[in-house]
């Protein structure tokens, strides 16, 4: 059932639970997502970046989450790290349930301004707002920050009293892609208890994949050039849970599962081009990788 990002937060922050939110750009990641979250009887949110939308469009995504949302689980339709206005305002009006504004690479006054102008919008037809203070390193799409600047507490309850947003994406140590820590990756939750301890509001976790190291090794056994790429360890992100996270971003742990599956399948089986044989086993695997999530961060059996 298709639900507003502000309801499928509320219910988590007071449950004291994560929902996985899930970066989609074509049906068989919209299945895997999907599947994993029907069998094990969870929430779950459906993201779409402005690089998602400008490859597949705003129609062809909008009627995957729509037909996903017909399963007996709730579903939200998010955009993730809107910067284009005028694309903010195309998918509030194509029927997205949640809206994340990202202004945190631009001047607190300016971020403030503009998150409020789309809570306005949003607000208007009964569409959750997500803002971002602080920023979290390394690159995702057209998302890039060479340093992590932490968020700042006191700026934070300023930032929401004056923007109205129903949830706040945080900056506590991770970073986008597959290379987020030099060594052992380590979240800082003593800020993050504080945040939630003055906010007490819905806080969001990007850049939060855990890069799982035999995911890498099997992606890297049929062909990949990887490096030495590191994840948030479970550990941490379940610590994060515990201590106020509410929705965690996933991206890249479902490209390294796309990427490591069709490599199988096309080394161990060059005489097939049936694109239906060779994306199926990519299906799977990023179904397992979701449903792995889903339990790390406590919302399965919660639909």
Request: net charge neutral.
């Amino acid at each position: 059932m298709l639900v507003t990002l502000k309801k499928i937060l509320k219910e988590a922050n007071k449950g004291n639970y994560a929902v996985g939110a899930f970066n989609i750009n074509n049906m068989e990641i919209t299945q895997a997502i999907i599947n994993a979250a029907v069998a094990q009887k969870a929430p779950v949110i459906l993201q779409t970046s402005e690089g998602a939308l400008a490859y597949a469009g705003v129609d062809y995504l909008k009627a995957l989450a729509y037909t996903a949302a017909k399963q007996k689980v709730p579903v939200a339709l998010h955009l993730d790290h809107g910067r284009d206005l005028d694309l903010i305002k195309k998918c509030i009006k194509a029927g997205w349930t949640g809206i994340m504004y990202d202004g945190s690479h631009l001047p607190f006054e300016e971020n403030i301004k503009n998150t409020k102008k789309v809570v306005q919008w949003a607000h208007k037809e009964g569409i959750g707002v997500e803002g971002e203070l602080g920023t979290i390193g390394g690159a995702e799409e057209k998302i890039v920050a060479r340093e992590i600047i932490y968020t700042d507490p006191a700026a934070a309850v300023e930032f929401v009293e004056k923007t109205g947003v129903d949830a706040l994406a945080v900056a506590i140590g991770t970073s986008h892609g597959a290379y987020k820590f030099e060594g052992p990756g380590k979240l800082d939750i003593h800020l993050l208890k504080v945040l939630k301890e003055k906010l007490r509001m819905p806080l969001v976790l990007h850049g939060a994949s855990g890069v799982p190291a035999w995911l890498v090794t099997q992606a890297v056994r049929y062909g990949a050039e990887l490096g030495k790429p590191e994840g948030v360890p479970d550990d941490q992100i379940r610590i994060a849970v515990q201590s106020g996270i509410n929705k965690v971003n996933t991206d890249t742990d479902l490209r390294l599962a796309f990427d490591a599956a069709v490599r199988q399948f096309l080394k161990e089986k060059p005489e097939d081009f049936d694109p239906r044989h060779i994306l199926s086993p990519a299906r799977t695997l990023m179904q397992q990788i979701v449903e792995h999530r889903i339990k790390l961060f406590g919302s399965d059996g919660k639909a």
